[in-house]
């Protein structure tokens, strides 16, 4: 026996297989088993205290027929076999079994039939697993005709010390208690139906959460494939290394839809140096362009990770700022302005210094990028007519 074949084989037990299903009906069906000996039990106590005036030999018949039913069911359940049926706990059939060997000891006895009815009792809630309430109903009456009828064969026969008016009473208390437990086994079976459903509901709801939840991760990493792409196909600038204007303006549209999906907003500054046309005539265009390679550091030096710089056109630089808000804004535009302005060009004239001035919009909503960039460029118009080397930002429509 190979060591996967022993750790099966150990793993097994007489009310425990690799099925689950299987395992729950055999550890219903030992409930049912543990209730039959413990009757046997009773019973050879009671024969053994003169408590029953029954022969060893009907006892012994009473025993081995409920033992050979119970193998029977015990076999059919172990192997399988039950599945053939609709409840494959076949737990009505043991109830009736059941009942069919308690009205048969009840036919052997008299003065103690009271006490033996309590059984049928105990076997009726044996079906609070699995009876419906037709199926309730059914085992309910067949305890009180199996008790009907034996009443009946001893008023045809009677025996020492019948009393007619005592079973009488005993069938009727049997009734009313058989019918009330099929009324609260059906109902207590209806619950645990319902709550089943509910379960199952939960867990449908719960998988649809999570399948919606994928689809919404699916769509954000399409997002993000799609912005890596565009950003390999973008177009740079030649001097800079920066993105240009285009790519710039594509960019702005995606982190606008972006925003609007997500309830957050997006900033764009627009940063042109001061007198640069000035200094380009009067240094040169090769120290006009050594100033404008300048702004390559800014990205590294005073932006964010998620944060986009492109050269916009000219002596223009444009900054892209998703999730922005005003604070955040100024802040970045005050890094930009002092980082700038600390930048010496002492190998273009010494002590060469450049300011900058910069205007900036916050997005608002519905709004389109050729409104927010026109907003921006009114933004930069007043910081240089507010006498340059300054900011102003434009956050309200």
Known sequence: MTEASLREVLSQSLFTTPDADQTIRLRRFSLGLCTYVASVIIGVVAIVMNVLSVSWGEFLLVVLTGGATETLIYWAIRTGFSRKFSDPSLTLLQMVIGMSLLTYSISLVQGVRG??????????LFGAFQLNRKEFVFAALFAIFGYLLVILLDLFSPPP????????????????????????????????????ESRDGLVASHKEITRQRDELESAHRELQGALRQLGQLAVRDDLTGLFNRRQFELTLDGQIKVANSSNTRVGVLLVDIDHFNELNVRQGREAGDLILRSFSEVARSCLRRTDYIARFGGEEFAVLLPNASEMAMKDCAERIREFIGQITFDNIEEGLKVTVSVGGALMQDGETPLQILTRVGSSLSAAKEGGRDCYVLNVCP
């Open 161 to 196: 010390g019948f009393n007619l008016k005592l079973e009488l009473f005993q069938l009727s208390v049997l009734s009313v208690v058989m019918l009330t437990c099929a009324y609260i086994g059906s109902y207590l079976q209806e619950m645990r139906k319902g709550l089943k």
């Open 115 to 124: 006490g033996l009815l309590n059984g049928y009792v105990l076997i009726v």
